[in-house]
């Protein structure tokens, strides 16, 4: 499974910004993705959450009512909608992906995108 960021870039705050993921190899190896977040000497923090029929979504409380995970292209394109962005949002973003049935932000995720950088000022 190969994932590939993008979207990522320099916003003022209350502006929105559009992430998507590309992913490619074996379908139900990512049958979950997520975006997790994670900024220089911190924590990484889980974001948002779904499974590819696209019915079930989850999202941190810091971002909930703000931002929207989906899926596109038959499951193939995952997309991060960021909406009243702040200041506290700017980390690096990642895409992650797993296969099975259990998806949430507490899952265990096996393959993992390189990042895509979000800044808020």
């Known amino acids: 499974v190969q994932l590939v960021e993008s979207g990522g870039g320099s916003v003022e705050a209350g502006g929105s910004l559009r992430l998507s993921c590309q992913a490619s190899?074996?379908?139900?190896?990512?049958?979950?993705m997520a975006w997790f977040r994670q900024a220089p000497g911190k924590e990484r923090e889980g974001v948002a959450a779904?499974?590819?029929?696209?019915?079930?979504?989850y999202y941190g409380d810091s971002v909930k009512g703000r931002f929207t995970v989906s899926r596109g292209d038959g499951g193939n394109t995952l997309m991060l909608q960021m909406d009243s962005l702040k200041p506290e949002d700017t980390h690096m973003y990642y895409c992650?992906?797993?296969?099975?049935?259990?998806?949430?932000?507490?899952?265990?995720?096996?393959?993992w995108g390189q990042g895509t950088q979000v800044t808020v000022s």
């Open positions: 992650a992906a797993k296969g099975g049935w259990a998806c949430s932000l507490e899952s265990t995720f096996n393959y």
């Open positions: 190899g074996t379908t139900y190896m990512r049958n979950c």
């Open positions: 779904i499974y590819i029929g696209g019915d079930n979504r």
